[in-house]
């Protein structure tokens, strides 16, 4: 039905075409051709692209959208005072995301003049100065938000939430709230760690690997290595995806001559599922009920009696669940689930992996616990070749968890910090991605720190969150290139650019070693070896050194001494942090070392000390229920929404304009939808269309302009890519529970356009 024409397979010669344009494009080919050769190597760096692990096969891992991260922070363009005296911010503010970013690198620290709209050069000494006069002057300290996106190194965000703490708040937003919080909420509940408990070995020993709800082909390349080898070897990959993504259909790599350079490539799925937006649950539980009914040979007994908690409520709820009501919420008919199901039970080492198609709903918590479900059913977790695995973001998310990036850390990782250090820390919960952009929106928080990302790209209700972020007295952003988030000043506003993976960080005691968390919990070290474009950018660990030493002084922690020599940091990290002994002899390893996981392990840390089944119910719809007046009122249908990545992006930096493995070439403003859908709507290939979010808060969220591309999607589904749908995505909308934006689920009426407004009056 699709009207675009798709590749016929991903990888192969068109990556290490496009590979070798974003290096090209740098304005650096003979260093980013370095930087190429030593990415994740020992001694080499992390790659900034994904959070996907490596093993010490040793051979360079072609990956080609972790290149174009490469190439991207490495160029040779630069952004510095003349720059900021010819834009005013309110000029920047008219330019996309693809321009503000492609400008270059931030060369110079800047502070914000509200009298001539210029961002101007400040000292270091200076920004500092006025941090700390901000901060000091607060009369209380959960006044400040304290944001990480997840590439912030181990000993970044080490230093960075003990700053934030001996100040005295837990308010820790992360990108992680927007992202994967509902599997380390529903991981925890359910069996008692909230990481994956597979290690990257897994997959060559698996015999089924389920993959729900994302892309690799795009978002995690070097995945697809390890799908492509176990596919070879006869494993069976069942995926789920509301998409066809032709990299789970046919994959060719690009490390295989014949897969380079002819029409040859691997068939990755065995089967594949197209299930309606938000309908993964329902096909599960009907996995799991042809199992329980059909099946009960395939139920490990031996495992839920010995592991397990509330079997019995789940099976009772199992069997209550009727197939017509997981049919009609999965859009998958019952034969496919039967099918999948059979590839489950006949498995005796399973892998359910999962992303944003699954973290990004309202029911996203009760999803991943139907998923650990099906694992306890059939006593998947703790063996070799089995186990669960969210598929991480950001290269080193899970490691700024670890080092305590959490608004709710647990009275154990407070209680070690303090007893260590002779302090005494707040105990309160703080405030998540949600509760910070509400407080920054009602006043109650004045002061925002951003140890890097693009929170105002990245956060949902765009209207919303520039007037959170422009309420501000003092907005700090650390960065390495320009983003939206420089243009939402408040009162105050400073720039603070900072040195990125690829280069070298010298302190007064020679070069120094960052670490990072894959999303094995494999720890590792990386080392940049390019020189800095500019000598007035800082380490983040300096950035954030200076700012607690200025503000908090140095009696409690040598703040300064810390930075000078990293490996003193990652001492406190062994003394503080539980699985880190030796921590600077390990990472001498290759690769690095494992942090020990509980569940893998079979050790239960719930409160009842075993593995918990759950027994939630269905949801009663996807969609919420204030769409049904939005459909009676205007009779239009309410469509469902998911916002997604293209090819040429990564999460709000815009590399280029074509989505390759999706047909779409030179434009981003796209909405996918089916025929069936178009047609019902008088609309057709390339039409032009408005939307509207229907959500009974009184506020208007419309965007507009989108070309229609008809598409092989569900019916009543639609597909567009963020950040360009986040002004939809009302506030108040996200995941019970995980407090995720529902990214995946926005209720929309579509209309040509210019009549969205008026629809919207009409509900
Ligand atoms: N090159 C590149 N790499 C990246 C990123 C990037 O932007 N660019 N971002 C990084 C980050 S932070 C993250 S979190 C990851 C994101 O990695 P992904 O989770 O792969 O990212 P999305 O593009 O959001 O893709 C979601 C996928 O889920 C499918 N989907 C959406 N809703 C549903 C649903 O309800 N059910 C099912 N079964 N499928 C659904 C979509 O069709 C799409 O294929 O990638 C990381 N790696
Ligand atoms: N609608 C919708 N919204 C979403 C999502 C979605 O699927 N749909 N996905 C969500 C997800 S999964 C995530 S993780 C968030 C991402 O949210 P963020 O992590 O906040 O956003 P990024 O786009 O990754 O941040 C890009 C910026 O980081 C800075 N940067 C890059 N490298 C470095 C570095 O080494 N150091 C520092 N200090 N700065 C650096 C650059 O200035 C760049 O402009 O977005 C979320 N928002
Ligand atoms: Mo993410």
Excluded at 469 to 474: F, K, P, R, V
Aim: with cysteine; charged share 20%; net charge negative.
């Amino acid at each position: 039905m699709s009207h675009i024409e798709k590749p016929a397979k991903a990888g192969g010669f068109s990556s290490l075409q496009s590979t070798m344009k974003q290096v090209l494009r740098s304005q650096k080919t003979k260093q980013n051709i370095k930087n190429l050769l030593r990415v994740n190597q020992t001694d080499g760096f992390d790659c900034p692209g994904c959070a996907w692990g490596d093993n010490d096969h040793g051979a360079f891992q072609f990956c080609e959208n972790g290149a174009k991260a490469v190439a991207w922070e490495s160029t040779g363009k630069t952004v510095g005072a003349d720059f900021f005296a010819s834009h005013s911010v309110r000029q920047l503010a008219n330019q996309s995301d693809y321009w503000l970013e492609y400008q270059g690198r931030l060369t110079e620290p800047m502070r914000y003049n509200p009298a001539t709209d210029h961002y101007e050069p400040v000292s270091w000494d200076d920004a500092f100065a006025l941090i700390a006069e901000k901060l000091t002057g607060l009369d209380s300290p959960d006044r400040v938000e304290f944001y990480t996106s997840g590439r912030a190194s181990n000993e970044a965000s080490y230093l960075y939430q003990l700053f934030g703490r001996l100040f005295g708040t837990n308010n820790f937003p992360d990108c992680s709230n927007m992202c994967h919080e509902a599997s380390g909420v529903a991981l925890t509940q359910a069996v008692g760690i909230g990481k994956g408990t597979v290690v990257l070995d897994d997959f060559d020993r698996a015999g089924a690997i389920f993959v729900y709800g994302q892309n690799p082909g795009t978002n995690h390349p070097r995945m697809m290595n390890a799908l492509r080898q176990a596919a070879r070897q006869g494993c069976k990959i069942v995926s789920f995806n509301n998409l066809k993504e032709v990299a789970l259909e046919r994959f060719a790599s690009p490390q295989s001559p014949l897969e380079l350079l002819t029409p040859a490539a691997t068939t990755i799925s065995h089967q594949y599922l197209t299930p309606r937006l938000g309908g993964d649950m329902a096909a599960m539980r009907g996995m799991a009920k042809y199992i329980l009914e059909e099946l009960p040979e395939a139920v490990d007994r031996d495992f839920i009696t010995r592991h397990t908690r509330h079997f019995d409520e789940y099976e009772q709820q199992v069997r209550a669940t009727d197939w017509a009501e997981i049919v009609q919420q999965s859009g998958l008919t019952q034969a496919e689930i039967v099918q999948a199901a059979r590839v489950f039970a006949a498995s005796s080492s399973v892998i359910s992996c999962w992303a944003m198609g699954i973290t990004q709903h309202l029911h996203s918590v009760d999803t991943i616990r139907e998923i650990v479900n099906l694992h306890l059913l059939r006593g998947q977790l703790g063996k070799p070749g089995a186990g669960l695995c969210p598929v991480r973001g950001h290269s080193n998310v899970q490691g700024n968890r670890t080092m305590g990036i959490n608004e709710k850390p647990t009275a154990a990782f407070i209680e070690r910090i303090e007893r260590h250090l002779q302090v005494s820390l707040p105990r309160a919960p703080g405030h998540n991605v949600y509760e910070a952009l509400k407080a920054l929106h009602e006043g109650r928080s004045k002061v925002l720190i951003c140890l890097g990302g693009n929170l105002a790209a990245a956060a949902p209700d765009t209207a919303f969150t520039y007037a959170a972020m422009g309420a501000t007295e003092l907005n700090v952003q650390i960065s390495t290139k320009l983003n939206r988030s420089h243009l939402q000043v408040g009162k105050e506003a400073l720039i603070l650019p900072c040195l990125g993976r690829t280069e070298l960080d010298i302190q007064c005691t020679g070069n120094q070693k960052i670490t990072v968390e894959d999303t094995f919990s494999m720890v590792h070290a990386s080392t940049g070896a390019a020189e800095p474009l500019s000598a007035l950018c800082l380490s983040e660990t300096d950035i954030v050194a200076r700012m607690a030493h200025a503000t908090l002084g140095s009696e409690r922690v040598d703040w300064l001494a810390l930075r000078d020599d990293y490996g003193r940091i990652r001492c406190l990290i062994e003394q503080t942090i539980a699985g880190f002994s030796d921590f600077n002899a390990r990472i001498q390893q290759p690769c690095g070392f494992h942090l020990d996981n509980s569940a893998a392990q079979l050790l239960w840390k719930t409160s009842s000390g075993s593995a918990e089944f759950r027994a939630s119910r269905l949801p009663r719809s996807v969609l919420p229920e204030c769409t049904r007046h939005a459909e009676q009122m205007t009779d239009q249908p309410v469509l469902l929404l998911q916002s997604l990545r293209s090819h040429d992006q990564y999460n709000t930096t815009i590399y280029g304009m074509d989505d390759r493995y999706r047909g779409i070439k030179g434009q981003r403003k796209v909405v996918f939808m089916n025929q069936t859908d178009a047609h019902r709507l008088g609309l057709e290939e390339g039409s032009r269309v408005d939307m509207a979010a229907i959500c009974n808060d009184g506020r208007e969220r419309i965007v507009t302009g989108f070309s229609v591309a008809l598409y092989d999607i569900p019916q009543g589904n639609i597909a567009a890519y963020y950040p360009e749908t986040n002004p939809l995505v009302p506030i108040d909308s996200v995941g019970e529970g995980s407090f995720t934006p529902t990214s995946k689920s926005i209720p929309v009426l579509v209309t040509p356009s210019q009549q969205a407004e008026n629809l919207l009056r009409l509900t």
